[in-house]
C-alpha cells in the first residue's frame, strides 16, 4: 500500500515542497530512504522505527520504500522523521489519512516524542503559499508557525497526537495509541535544565550615558548610525573603541515588519529562535570574534547555514580588532557589503542569503597602538604599522566611509566633566534622521545612495555647492571620493532636522572623511 | 684622445669590479702604475715589479687582477637596469666627495647627475620609526629648504627619510636618495612610488654598490659617509641611543660639515641619541626651519616668494589674527600641541560638527594637516 504525505525542504532562506511516498509491500523486512537524503536523513530509519514501537504502533515486518521527491534535490536534517513515521503507519494500514490532510515537520526521539526543529518559518510559510495551509509541527515550533499569516498550525508532543490528528475521527489504532506526556526526562537534573526558562540573550550592551568624553567619535557614531555609514574607529588599546561600539545595540531604530519577518526568518533557519518566540524587533547587532573562520562569517559549511553577515542583516556587523580577522574572512566581505546578499556556492547547487549589514569597525593603529600618537614612539619596527593596517586590503577599507582616530580619554574628562548624554536621547534623534532620510530615498539609507542618486536628492545650496567645488579641485578628489562627502553631509544635515544641505554639513563631512585620502600622504610613507 | 679616456675610464670600471679592491687600493694601484689601463695590462702580463713596498698585494688579489677583463663584470647589468655609472674620471662626478679619503670608486644612478653638484645641498636622516611631531619636523625642515632651492638629500628609508624626500617633491624641490644596497635590491619596497617620483621630478637615486650587491651589515654605515659628504649641512631629526642617524652625524663632523640636531625632552627615548650629540659635539641646536634657513646662510626671502599669495601672513600671529569664529579656536588649540577630534571639541567647546568644518576649512588654506587622524599645524602657522 503507498502513503503520500507533504513536508518541506528548506534551502538558503527559501524553502520547496517535497513529497514523502512511503510504501509498505511483502518481502523481506527493510527500510530503503531514497531521494538524496544526508547521513542525518539516512537515520530516520532507526529512529522512526523506535519510535513508532513505542509510541504503541506497529512496526510492519514488510519491505518498506521511502522516497522524497523531487528526488534531485539534497535533502538534509530530521525534519522529514514525523513524515516518514506516519507514512508508515497510513500505508501498513494502521491509520488512514483523511483527505486534503496535513503536511507534517518534525523530529521523532526514540520515545515518540517530538523535538523541535530548525527553520520551521520559512518551511511553514512555503507550505502556505503552496496552498498547505493545515500544518503539523512540534510544540516548541508552534509559536514561530503563527507568524506566518494563515497557517492553521498544530503544534504536537508526540508521534501518536500526530497520528491522531491525520486520522481524524475515523482514525481506528490512533485512538488507542500510548498517550505520551510532554518533556519526559529521565533525571531530575536535566528535568530541571529544561524546565528553566530561556535566560534571556546576554546583555552586554552599554548605554551611551556610561561613555565618558570622546564627544568627536559620539558624534561620528551618531551621524554613522543614522545614515547606515560604515564607519572605522582607530585608537591605542584603552582608547574606548569596544566600550563605544557595546553601545551600538541602545542607538539602533526597531526593526519595521517586513524587516522583523526577515530577521525572524533569518533566526529559524539559523536556529537561534526560542521560545517564547515572536517576531525578532530588535535591530541586529553582531560581534563576531577575530578568530571567526570564513563559513561562520558569510556562511556556508557542511551543513549550509547562514553567517554572521546574514545574522546581522539590516543591522550592524561590528568586527573588533579588524586586523586580526584571517585575511580570506575579510575580503569575503566585499561581496555582501556591495551587493547587499552573499553567495555561497555548493556542488549540490547555490544557496543565497541577505546581507544588508553595516560595518562597524575597530582597530589598533599597528600591533603596540602607538603609531601617530603626537607624543609616544611607536615601538613597532619600521614596517609594521604599515604592515598592519595592510592586513586589511583596501576595497575594504575604502568602504569605510567614516574614520575616526580615538585617543585615549584624559583623566580629568573621566572623573569630571558635563555628564554625557544618554542613549535614550541620541536614539530618538538618530529614529528621526533615519525616518527622514528613508522617506526621502525610497526607503534606504543615505549610504545606499548611488552617487548620482545622492547629488540628486542632497540639495546642496549654492554655497555649498561652491565649497564642494572648492574641495574637489584643491584635494584632487575622485567622483567617488566627492559622492563620500554629499552622503555625509546629507546624513548631518538630517540629524540637524533641514531639508537642504548648507555649507556647515559639507565642511563638517569633509572634516570627517578619511584622512588618508588627502594628498599629503599619497607620497609619505 | 678622446678613445684613450674612454680606455682608461672601462679599465677603471674593470678594477672597480675586482672583488677586494676598494676605493683606497683602486687609487693606490692607479697612481703606482700611472693609470688605469696600465695597472690592467700589466697585470694581464703577470707583472708585479712596480707595486710600491707599501702595497704588498694578497696573492689571490694578484690572481683575481690576472683574470680581470673588459668589459666589467656589472656593467651589463647596469645597462640593463638603465643606470648611469660616474667614476672619479668623469667631469660630472659630485666634487664633494673629495672630502672623503675613499670616494667611491663608481656611481650608480638613476635620475639626474647633476642634483649631486646642486648648488646647496641638506641631509636630513633620522630614526626609522618616528613620532607625529619628527615627521612634522622633518617635513617642515624639507620643504622649507627645497622651496629655497636645496637639494634635500635622505636615506631613502621608513620614517624620517621618507618624510623628508617626500615634503621635498611636494615643495617642488630636488631631492638625492642614496640607497645602502644594489639598485637591484632597491630601497623599501613601500618606497618604490616615492622612488619613481624623485627621479621623474629632476633628482636621483645613487649607490656606490654594483647592482647585483644586496644589503648587509655594513652597507648601511659606509653609505652614510656619502650622505653627509654630498651634503653642505646635516640635520638630525630624531635619533634614540642607537641609530643609523648618529653614525652620519659622526661623519659629517669628521667631514667638517655642519651638524645640526633637534633637541627633545630629556626623558623621551626617541630623541635620546640627539641630545648625546648636542651634549658631546659640537653639534648645533635645530630650532626651527627659518632658524636653520638663516645658519646656512640661505635667504629666507625666495621663500616667502616662492610661497605665492601674496596675502599670505608673515607669521603665526598675524595667521591667527586673521581667522574668525571656530576657525580660530581649533587654530589657537592646534597651536598649543596636535590634537585629534575629541581633544579639540573638549579644547575648543564647539560642537563636534563645527570643529570638524573647521578643520575642513584649515586644510584647505594649507594650515592644518592630518595624519592618522591627528591634526597638526602646517605652513605659516608651524613657524611662531
New interface residues.
Partial sequence: MLATLVTAVVDGLQGSLVRVEVDVAPGLPACHIVGLPDAALSEARERVRAAIRNAGFEYPASRITVNLAPADRRKRGAAYDLAIAVGILVASGQIRAEQGGWALLGELSLDGSLQPIVGAMPMVATLVAAGQRRIVLPRPNLAEARLVQEAEAVGVVGLDDAARLVAGPRGRRAAQAIRREPARVSSPAVQAEASRPVPPAEDSSVDLAEVRGQPGARWALEIALAGGHNLLLTGPPGAGKTLLARSIPSLLPPLDDREALEATVIASVAGLLREPTDLRRTRPFRAPHHTCSYAAMVGGGSRVAPGEVTLAHRGVLFLDELAEFDRDVLDALRQPLEEGSVAIARVSGQVRYPAQVQLVAAMNPCRCGYAGDPQRACTCGPHEPERYVRRVSGPLLDRLDLRVAMRRVPVEALLGGPAPEASATVRERIAVARAAAMARNGGRPNAALSGSAAMRLAALERPAMARLQQLAMRDGSTARGIHRIVRVARTIADLAGRATVDESAILAAAGLRDPAALPPQALAA | MASSREAERDAWLVLAAVEGVGPRTLSALVGAAGGAAAVLTRAGRGDWRWLPPELPLAPQLRARLHAAHRPAPFAALAARMGLWMLTPLDASYPARLGVLPDPPAVLFGRGSPEALRGEAAVAIVGT??????G?ALA?DVAALMAGCGAVIVSGL???ID??AH??A??AGGTTVAVIGAGHGHGG?R??R??EA?IVAQGGAVISELAPATPPTRGTYPRRNRLLSALSDAVAVIEA?ARSGALNTAHHALEQGRPLFVAPGRPS???TAGCLRLLRETEARVLTGPLELLEDLGLSVAPVRAARGSPGEPAGRAAALAGLRGGERLVAAALCE??????????RTGL???????????L??RGWV??????F?VAGVLSHP
Fill in positions: 626609522r620609526h618616528p613620532t607625529l611631531l615627521r617635513s628609508a621608513i620614517g621618507g618624510a617626500a615634503a617633491l611636494r623599501p613601500a618606497h612610488a616615492l617620483a634614540p623621551d627615548p626617541a600641541a596636535p590634537a585629534g577630534l575629541d581633544r579639540l571639541v573638549e560642537e563636534p560638527g563645527a570643529v570638524s568644518g573647521s578643520l575642513a576649512l586644510q584647505l594637516q592630518a595624519i592618522d587622524g591627528t597638526l
